[in-house]
Every structure is written in C-alpha cells, then in structure tokens.
C-alpha cells in the first residue's frame, strides 16, 4: 500500500512540474558573432542579456566549448527587471596558436530559481554563439550546398558557397555538380568555370540545372570542389521535383452502424506550393447505387510538400451491416482526387468497456493490498504479544 502511494505521489509531482513555465523568457542579442583568429587575439565582445518577462528575474551566464578557457565574462550572476536588458562583457583573450578549423564556443544564459509564493517553476535557458575560425596553413577550401524543391518545368539552382579557409590564395577551383534520381540513374553532371579565391575569403556560385531533364520524383545532388589538384569533400543534397497534386494516403474504412463517426482522411501534397480551399467529399456505394447523401470536409489550406488530417462526421443511420464501396474526392485548384476502398459498417458489439474494466482492476488490486495490510497487522500485534503468552502443555 506504501509503495502504490509512493507511485502516486510521483505521478502528482510529475504533473506539477509539467504545469511550470517552459516557454522562452531569455534572449541573447546579437544570437552569433563571428571572428577570425590572430595570434594573441584579444578583443571585449558585448552581448546584451533581455529578460522577456514582466518580473524580476535572477541570471546566470556563461561560456562552454573547447576555447571556453579563453574566454572571460564580466558578470555571471545578476538581477534582471522585466521586460529590461543588460550587457555583459566577453574577454576574449586567444593564445599564439590554436587548431586549425571552426572553433564553436555557447554563451549560455540561464534564468535562476526566483522565490515563488506556490507552484514550481522551470528555469528557461538560450544559447548564442561565438563561431571562431582558425586558417589551415597553406590551401584549404570548404562548401556549403543548397538546392531548393522545385515543380516540374521551374528553374533548380544550386547556390553553393566556397570558402578558402587557408591561409594561401587558391588559384584556380573548379566546381563539379552530378545528379541521379532515386533508383541512382544518372541524370545530368555540370561544372563551373574556374576562379579565384584569395586567403581567408568567400565565393558565391550559382549552378542552373537544366529543368526539361526532371519529372516528378525525388533526386539526390553532389557537389565537390577541385582546386590545385586538391579535391574537396563531397557533399550530397536531396530535392524533390512536384506537380500539382495531393495524395489520399489513408482513410477511415471501419464504422458502427447507426452511429455518428469520425472520418479521417490522411493526405499528402506532391506541390511545391500552398494549396487553398481544399476538401473532400466522401460517397458509399452498394451494386453501383448511392446509399446516402454525400459528406462533405470543411474547406482547408495545405502547405508544400505537408502530410495532413482532413476530418469531418459521417452518420450511418439507416444502412445495414455490410462491405461498401466507399469513394473519397478531393478537390482543389480545378484538380480532383479519387481513391476507392471497402467501407465496412458493423454492429457495435455489447461488452464492458475499457473504461469499466480499469475501474474493476483497480478495486481488484485495492482489495487485495487491504486484505495484505490487515494479515501484516494481524501478525507483527501476534509477535508483540509472544512474551506475555502463557503456554500449556498436555
């Protein structure tokens, strides 16, 4: 019995803390700063810390990563008023030499617990960001890659972003695009022309796919550098080509008789566009004859590429039990969308409910625990009285 309130107890106290406040009341401005290594960099970066919230609040802030020993601030722990911001001094103090490479370091802001009249409060916290980038010695360059979905016949740019991250200039760097489609059929490979990319410097190329070479489907994209006889990583991308179309993926196809039911139907748009003034229409059909007026859904908007509920009532008055023919129609943007299935209406069977069957294994297992609890008594008042307890013997 002990032990079952035990569990209880920690369910309620589960509860509580699930009722605190969770949502964001810190921020961190500006979110990302970024700077490029020296030997024996110094500098004093200000971030300011903005309390959100209407109340008081007490605050801690901090650095973690693998430079954090580098990095001093002003002020760790304070008061902030609501809705007020302070700033706080990161002392940057870098040595004469550090690994190669993008060095990540957080600047973390965290609310402290506040003295609360009830309740229990949860404690909000955000990161910023300090991106440091060390140069390779000599020739080093890296990618960045972004392709967009598309529909069919719309022009697919590649924008991919070169960075030499060394400390030479790179004097001629070649970029390689190759593209296959799921079943890894190759489709189309393209190069730039080459270019230049001093040390420490960026380069913005844009490479056009030839649209007419893409039905609809889902593709996958490579994308590596060649400078100098130096190869870069390759980078591999996925985009999905669409048109005008939205999938019926599932639908309700088990109902009760002379019940109203929920009907849902699940489906998936193939545009790479919103949708507006979707809905559905759902027809049972018995031998080729219509049983019932047909349903309608209330009109909804679906977004690119998004997966969806569309759900509204359906009353099965009046028919029998029985396989149907159900027909479910989507319409949308003068386009329809047919699926045919089995409807199945059947009679709702009598029984004791899940509900009903807790309920009598929860008195089941009170019951018990009682009548345990009652012989543990019984036994340990038995043993107390051992001394007192005169025995005969025959």
């Not at 009903?356 to 008042?381: A, E, N, Q, S, T």
């Amino acid at each position: 019995m002990k032990k079952r309130m035990f569990w209880i107890g920690i369910f309620i106290i589960g509860f509580v803390l699930l009722q605190g406040k969770t949502s964001e009341s810190v921020g961190i401005s500006p979110p990302r700063i970024e700077r490029v290594f020296s030997p024996n960099f110094e500098e004093n970066i200000t971030v300011n810390i903005i309390n959100t919230r209407d109340e008081e609040v007490n605050m801690f802030v901090g650095v973690d990563g693998d430079i954090s020993d580098f990095i001093g601030v002003s002020e760790q722990e304070f008061k902030l008023d609501g809705r007020q911001s302070k700033p706080v001094i990161l002392s940057v103090k870098l040595p004469a030499k550090l690994k190669p490479g993008i060095h990540t370091v957080s600047i973390i802001a965290r609310e402290l617990p506040v003295e609360k009249k009830s309740g229990i409060t949860a404690f909000p916290s955000i990161k910023g960001e300090l991106r440091l980038a060390v140069p390779y010695p000599g020739k080093f360059v890296e990618l960045q890659v972004e392709v967009q979905n598309k529909n069919r016949d719309e022009p697919i740019e590649v924008k991919v972003l070169a960075s030499n991250r060394g400390t030479d200039e790179v004097g001629v760097l070649r970029i390689e695009a190759r593209v296959v489609d799921e079943k890894g059929k190759f489709k189309e490979q393209v190069q730039t022309t080459r270019r230049k990319i001093g040390a420490e410097k960026n380069e913005e190329i844009s490479i056009l796919l030839s649209a007419e070479k893409y039905d609809v489907g889902i593709y996958h994209l490579f994308v590596k550098g060649v400078y100098d006889g130096i190869q870069t990583e390759e980078m591999e991308r996925v985009f999905q080509v669409g048109h005008l179309f939205v999938n019926i993926v599932n639908v309700t196809s088990l109902f009760k008789k002379d019940k109203i039911q929920k009907v849902s139907i699940e489906v998936e748009s193939g545009w790479n566009n919103r949708i507006d003034g979707l809905y559905a229409e759902m027809v049972v059909f018995k031998e080729g004859k219509e049983m019932k007026e047909a349903v309608k859904s209330p009109s909804v908007s679906i977004d690119p590429w998004e997966r969806k509920i569309i759900s509204f009532f359906w009353d099965t008055s009046g028919i029998e039990e029985g396989v149907y023919e159900g027909q479910v129609i989507l319409y949308y943007d003068s386009k329809t969308t047919v699926k045919k299935f089995p409807l199945i209406i059947e009679e709702e069977k009598k029984g004791v409910n899940g509900t009903i069957m807790m309920v009598i294994l929860i008195c089941v297992l009170l019951f018990f625990d009682m009548v345990w609890l009652r012989g543990v008594k019984k036994k340990d008042g038995w043993e107390k009285g051992g001394k007192n307890r005169t025995e005969y013997k025959l």
